[in-house]
């Protein structure tokens, strides 16, 4: 199956600084999604993006699908934004359903 | 639109029982999709189903097994519980093969 590998493992920042996640994956992918899985759990959508490049007010998301990786960026962080953050793909016709990475621990520090 | 609502969103039970999670797609969503989160093995594809048949299946052994109903809303079951199966579980609706939106999880504890 499809592989996707997230770095890095662990990030911590100061608060208002500026973040790159990054997202490799081993296949071609028709779905690409990024999350924030918040203190209980849930994940929560951040985008949509298997292709291009959206923005959402201080998060922006950047996927190259032609060279199998997607950037995630978080501007002037707050403390808010600490939680671990996870890329899902979904390759061929979803036979194996979102396949996500490992995640990236987000710590930002007061 | 109300998002995706799962119940119950806690659950102890022990070692050789069975359980019955439940899931309530977003209105006008067919697909949906069970997810196991564990600490050890991230977050992995249990099974979807779409228009109340299973579309796909992850790789977990047969005491899981899940259906849904005419209405989108569906249910796991995982029966003889083993200590490995605390986990927690989500559930994830959408249209078709587009966007998956997660619900809140149900935490299982087994004991």
């Known amino acids: 199956g499809i592989q996707v590998e997230q770095s890095p493992p662990d990030l911590i920042l100061q608060e208002g600084a500026n973040s790159t996640l990054r997202c490799n994956f081993s296949d071609s992918v028709n779905n690409l999604q990024w999350f924030h899985q918040n203190p209980w759990g849930q994940l929560i959508n951040l985008f949509y993006i298997p292709s291009g490049t959206k923005q959402n007010g201080r998060l922006s998301a950047t996927t190259v699908a032609t060279e199998r990786y997607s950037l995630l960026y978080i501007s002037s962080s707050q403390t808010t934004d600490s939680g671990v953050y996870f890329c899902?793909?979904?390759?061929?016709?979803?036979?194996?359903?979102?396949?996500f990475g490992k995640g990236t621990h987000l710590i930002i520090q007061p | 639109k109300a998002g995706v609502t799962q119940t119950p969103r806690y659950l102890i039970k022990t070692r050789g029982q069975q359980v019955t999670l439940s899931c309530s797609p977003i209105s006008g969503h067919r697909s949906v999709s069970w997810y196991q989160q564990t600490p050890g093995q991230g977050l992995q594809f249990l099974f979807e189903y779409f228009s109340e048949t299973q579309r796909n299946k992850g790789n977990f052994p047969g005491r899981f097994s899940g259906r849904q109903f005419s209405n989108s809303r569906s249910e796991m079951n995982v029966s003889t519980l083993e200590l490995g199966d605390s986990a927690l579980y989500l559930c994830a609706s959408s249209q078709y093969t587009d966007t998956q939106y997660f619900g809140p999880g149900t935490r299982l504890t087994v004991l």
């Open positions: 899902a793909v979904l390759s061929g016709g979803g036979a194996d359903g979102l396949t």
